[in-house]
C-alpha cells in the first residue's frame, strides 16, 4: 500500500509540474512579449531593435517571478482538474490517497518550484533589472548610465552626476539622496557640489543642504547653502526609470534601503511595504493555491471541469485582489505592512478551512 501511494504522490507531482511550468513559461513568454512591444515604440536615439531585444532578455527573469503565483494558481488548478474529469481522482481515493495527502503532495509541489521563482526573484531583483534600466537610460539619452554597488553614475552635459541614493517616494516621483555633481574645465576637475537630496526641474536640478567646492579660484572657496539650483541637461521624465524602484530590489536591497530612510529620518513605508510583500511571497501563493483547491477536488458529480476551474481561479483571484486592497488601504492610513498584508491571509485561512470542511 505504502509503494503504491508512492507512487500516486509522484504521478500527482508529475502533472502539477509540467501543468504550471507550461502555464508559466506561456505567461512569461505572453508578459514580455507585450513588453517588447512597448519598448518597440519606445524606441529613439542610439536605443533600437537589438536593444529593446537584449532589455527584454535582462527583465525576463523578473516577469517570471511576477507572473508565477498566477502560474502556479492556473497550473494546479488545471492539472487537478484534468485529473478529475478524466475521474482519475476517483482512482487514487479508492486506492487509499485522501484528500489531505493530495493537498499535501501539491503543496510539496509547488513549494520546490517556489525556491526557484525566489531564487529568481532576488537575482533579478537588484542586479539584472538595474542593468536592463540604465542600458536603457543610457541608449535613449546617449549619455553615461551606469549603476553599480556605488550608486548610480550619469552624464550630465559637461557634468558628472553620482546618485548613491536614487528613491521613489511616488507612482512617478523621484527623489536622490547624497547627491554629488562633477564639474570640468578643459579636462581639468574644477568644482563639485554635494547634497543631502537633489530634485530633478525641468533644465535644472534643486539640491538642498549643499557644499559647493570650487577649486578654478584663486583661492578656492568653499561655501555651503540651504538651496541652491545646478543647470541639467537630462530629460526630467527619463529619470523616473533611474530611480530604484521598489518592487525591482531584492530582499536584502530593500532591507538596506529601509534601515538608510529610517536612520535618516526619512518616509521609508513604500520600502518597507516592498519588503514585507517578498517575506510573505511564499505563504501568500500557499494560500491562493490552498483556498483554490478544494472547488476542484471536491464531489466531481456536482459541477463541470470548466465551471470547477473558473471557480477555482476566481477565489485565487479574489484573495489576491483582497490583498492589494489590503495593502493600498494600509499605504493610506499608514498601517504596519505586516497588518495589512495578514489581515487578507487570516481571511483566507478561515474561509479555506471551512471549504475543507464540506469537502473533505
Known amino acids: ?161 553620482h546618485v548613491l541614493r536614487p528613491l521613489m517616494i511616488g507612482q512617478q516621483a523621484t527623489d536622490f539622496y547624497e547627491f554629488r555633481v562633477f564639474s570640468a574645465d578643459q579636462g581639468r576637475l574644477c568644482e563639485w557640489v554635494e547634497a543631502r537630496r537633489a530634485e530633478h526641474q525641468p533644465g535644472r536640478w534643486m539640491m538642498e543642504d549643499v557644499m559647493h567646492i570650487n577649486i578654478c579660484t584663486d583661492p578656492p572657496q568653499k561655501s555651503y547653502h540651504q538651496q541652491l539650483y545646478w543647470p541639467s541637461a537630462v530629460d526630467t521624465s527619463l529619470l523616473a526609470n533611474a530611480a530604484l524602484r521598489p518592487s525591482i530590489l531584492g530582499t536584502r536591497d530593500l532591507l538596506a534601503y529601509v534601515e538608510y530612510l529610517d536612520s535618516n529620518d526619512l518616509d521609508s513605508y513604500r520600502y518597507r511595504n516592498a519588503y514585507h510583500r517578498r517575506l510573505f511571497y511564499a505563504p501568500i501563493l500557499l494560500l491562493l493555491v490552498w483556498l483554490a483547491l478544494p472547488l476542484v477536488t471536491g464531489p466531481v458529480r456536482q459541477l463541470s471541469r470548466g465551471r470547477r476551474l473558473a471557480l477555482g481561479l476566481s477565489a485565487g483571484l479574489g484573495m489576491y485582489i483582497l490583498q492589494q486592497l489590503s495593502e493600498s488601504v494600509g499605504a493610506v492610513y499608514r498601517w504596519h505592512p505586516v497588518f495589512g498584508i495578514a489581515l487578507p491571509l487570516a481571511i483566507g485561512v478561515f474561509i479555506g478551512v471551512g471549504l475543507y470542511r464540506k469537502t473533505i
Open 1 to 161: 500500500m505504502r509503494l503504491l501511494l508512492a507512487r500516486i504522490d509522484r504521478y500527482l507531482l508529475g502533472q502539477i509540474w509540467r501543468s504550471v511550468l507550461m502555464v508559466w513559461l506561456i505567461l512569461t513568454l505572453l508578459y514580455s512579449s507585450l513588453q517588447l512591444i512597448g519598448q518597440l515604440r519606445d524606441m529613439a536615439g542610439d536605443y533600437q531593435v537589438l536593444d529593446t531585444l537584449w532589455y527584454s532578455l535582462l527583465t525576463t527573469p523578473g516577469r517570471a517571478y511576477q507572473t508565477f503565483p498566477f502560474a502556479a494558481l492556473a497550473g494546479v488548478l488545471i492539472a487537478v482538474g484534468r485529473l478529475a474529469a478524466q475521474e482519475e481522482l476517483i482512482v487514487m481515493r479508492m486506492a487509499g490517497c485522501s484528500r489531505l495527502r493530495m493537498l499535501k503532495t501539491t503543496l510539496i509541489a509547488i513549494a520546490g518550484m517556489l525556491l526557484m521563482a525566489i531564487v529568481l526573484g532576488e537575482w533579478s531583483g537588484g542586479e539584472l533589472m538595474s542593468k536592463a534600466r540604465n542600458f536603457r537610460i543610457g541608449k535613449i539619452t546617449g549619455q553615461v548610465s551606469l549603476a553599480d554597488p556605488s550608486g548610480l553614475w550619469l552624464r550630465d552635459g559637461g557634468n558628472i552626476v
